[in-house]
């Protein structure tokens, strides 16, 4: 019922810039947080940013403090992820979640809802 669709991801050469969204639909309730996750190949799914949609407060990762903002659209159904500054490190599948159940921004099992995810792959 709650469905949450990723765009904007591609190829970049490093030192370039990508904006992802996150469109949310079929919401019941508004969610309390919304973040950005990434999983390189190997690797675990990380926490990149998030933001507390009531007060707008904003996290970030340290990899990314800095290069990325993390934002919110006005009606607060979408959510973006602005990437300056990519490094070759920031190629990951991105996905963004929904609805954080409790604890910090950064778990990942704590949220109810993710999207498909987009790639993003950042040449040398």
């Not at 669709?5 to 030192?15: D, I, N, Y």
Request: proline fraction near 3%; glycine fraction near 12%.
């Amino acid at each position: 019922q709650v469905r949450l669709v990723e765009s904007g991801g591609g190829s970049v050469q490093a030192g370039g810039s990508l904006r992802l969204s996150c469109a949310a639909s079929g919401y019941t309730y508004s969610s309390n947080v919304m973040g950005w996750f990434r999983q390189a190949p190997g690797k675990e799914v990380a926490g990149v940013a998030g933001i507390y949609t009531v007060c707008g407060d904003t996290y970030y990762a340290d990899s990314v403090n800095g290069r990325f903002t993390i934002s919110q659209s006005p009606t607060k159904n979408s959510v973006y992820l602005q990437m300056n500054s990519l490094k070759p490190e920031d190629t990951a599948m991105y996905y963004c979640a929904a609805d954080l159940r409790r604890g910090s921004w950064y778990v990942p099992h704590e949220y109810n809802y993710w999207g498909q995810g987009t790639q993003v792959t950042v040449s040398s």
